[in-house]
């Protein structure tokens, strides 16, 4: 069934009557294998630890990776009976902006940030999503492969040649954003760090990165390294701020939280003023 252009503005504002003081965090990359998914957890899980209503709406109605660890995580709490910071989630269908438009005010309501965890292609709902963020993040790790996503490079020199389609859709996006309400987008891309990755090519990818952030106009922050520990807290929905669950930490573990910490302060988002990981 086709869709008007009085269907697609309704779509866009989707968002739009949201209570201002909601802050609308998007994690979007039309690629998988980035740390997406974990990322929106650990962000939304740190915000609700800090004091924070946190609400999550998974649009990967397929995979459904960010709706599936919140489910392990609830499962975690009946199961043993132990209070962890939990933020209320959804999962849309995929299909219908009806549906998206009643969670998108279920869980707006009462809520300070709305985490949105988005599917790793090209997506109707993602777009709008995109669209009404206020912060837009999108994690890559350190190679050309992910750069492609925002950008190509001479195959030779490694400069910065365009913007990939990506990177112009945003841009796209921030600027009608501005012109409808004069608010902006902070879009932030986040490089998730993997240690085996060979130091010239690391090298030759951050210059790539910053060449391109001046020309489109985003920030860069570094994220979350490659670390078995995330792939095995999932079961369990456990993060790295449950701190109480491991028992005795070791060094990885408390260099992994260590990250994290970097990776909110880097976010800069409008946090409740209250110690994180106390």
Sequence with gaps: MGEGPHDQARDERALGDAPKR???IVFANEKGGTGKSTTAVHTAIALTVKGA???CLDLDHRQRTLGRYLDNRAATIA??????PMPRYETHDGESIARFSELLDELS?????LVIDTPGRDDRFARIAVTNADTLVTPMN???????LIGQVDP????????????????E???????????????VVLRNRMQHIEARNMKRVSEAIDQLS??????VISGLSERVIYRELFPQGLTMLDSREFGDMGLAHVAARQELREMMAGLALPEPALPLFA
Excluded: M, N, Q
């Design 142 to 148: 350190d190679s050309f492969v992910d750069f492609d």
């Design 173 to 187: 996006s921030r600027k009608r954003r501005a012109k409808e309400d004069g608010e902006t987008i902070d879009w």
């Design 53 to 55: 209503r946190v609400a």
């Design 22 to 24: 909601l802050h609308v």
């Design 214 to 219: 001046r020309r489109v106009g985003f920030r």
């Design 156 to 171: 030779e020199t490694f400069r910065v040649i365009r913007p990939s389609f990506y990177s112009e859709l945003i841009w």
């Design 79 to 84: 199961r043993t009976g132990r209070e962890l």
């Design 109 to 113: 309501d009462a809520a300070d940030f």
